[in-house]
Antibody
Framework: EVQLVESGGGLVQPGGSLRLSCVVS????????MNWVRQAPGKGLEWVSY????????YYADSVKGRFTISRDNAKNSLFLQMNSLRAEDTATYYC???????????WGQGTLVAVSS | DIQMTQSPASLSASVGDRVTITCRAS??????LGWYQQKPGKAPKRLIS???SLQSGVPSRFSGSGSGTEFTLTINSLQPEDFATYYC?????????FGQGTKVEVK
């Protein structure tokens, strides 16, 4: 059974940093592309970032470019999102999502909540 | 970026009604579109993949159609558990983009 479990969310002050993790099981992580998608409270869904199987290709939404960094550790079946210079508008539930150019399976985790507030 | 225009933003319906939600892409995306259902406090659940393929375990009252730029999600005979928010997602190219969502409420 495919499972994606996010962690690392919490309350952080504006300008602060946070590192999200997503640990996966049930599939060969190193063979699949991954993404982060977020949803602000009461708002719609927004794609945030993509990473290829090797980590050599990464894409970011304009809203997070230069502040967020996606990475992966294939040996530990883990996906990460390093979030720096956080703003109030980054407050959202962050989901890791399996999928990409070569995989349209689109399995989602349950999400982790990030709140940016003073 | 590909813009996904979803309509309506909300609708009121009764149990047993037929409901139709539309997504329009700003450029052709073949059939690289999924439909999701989301309930409060839960992760989105994919109902339809490849524009018209029903996901395993999803009731047959849900159906999807379309290709290119026009897509439709239809719910036949709305059930109480179907009151939720629905989103389309294009994954034809990055950045992935979602429709704005359609909230299906009780009439």
């Amino acid at each position: 059974e495919v499972q994606l479990v996010e962690s690392g969310g919490g309350l952080v002050q504006p300008g602060g940093s946070l590192r999200l993790s997503c640990v996966v099981s049930g599939f060969t992580f190193s063979s699949y592309e991954m993404n982060w998608v977020r949803q602000a409270p009461g708002k719609g869904l927004e794609w945030v970032s993509y990473i290829s199987t090797s980590g050599g290709t990464k894409y970011y939404a304009d809203s997070v470019k230069g502040r967020f960094t996606i990475s992966r550790d294939n040996a530990k079946n883990s996906l990460f999102l390093q979030m720096n210079s956080l703003r109030a508008e980054d407050t959202a539930t962050y989901y890791c999502v399996k999928g990409g150019y070569f995989d349209s399976s689109h399995f989602w985790g349950q999400g982790t909540l990030v709140a940016v507030s003073s | 970026d590909i813009q996904m225009t979803q309509s309506p933003a909300s609708l009121s319906a009764s149990v047993g009604d037929r409901v139709t939600i539309t997504c329009r892409a700003s450029q052709g995306i073949r059939n690289d579109l999924g439909w999701y259902q989301q309930k409060p406090g839960k992760a989105p659940k994919r109902l339809i993949s490849a524009a018209s393929s029903l996901q395993s375990g999803v009731p047959s009252r849900f159906s999807g159609s379309g290709s290119g730029t026009e897509f439709t999600l239809t719910i036949n005979s709305l059930q109480p558990e179907d009151f939720a928010t629905y989103y389309c997602l294009q994954h034809h190219t990055y950045p992935w983009t979602f429709g704005q969502g359609t909230k299906v409420e009780v009439k």
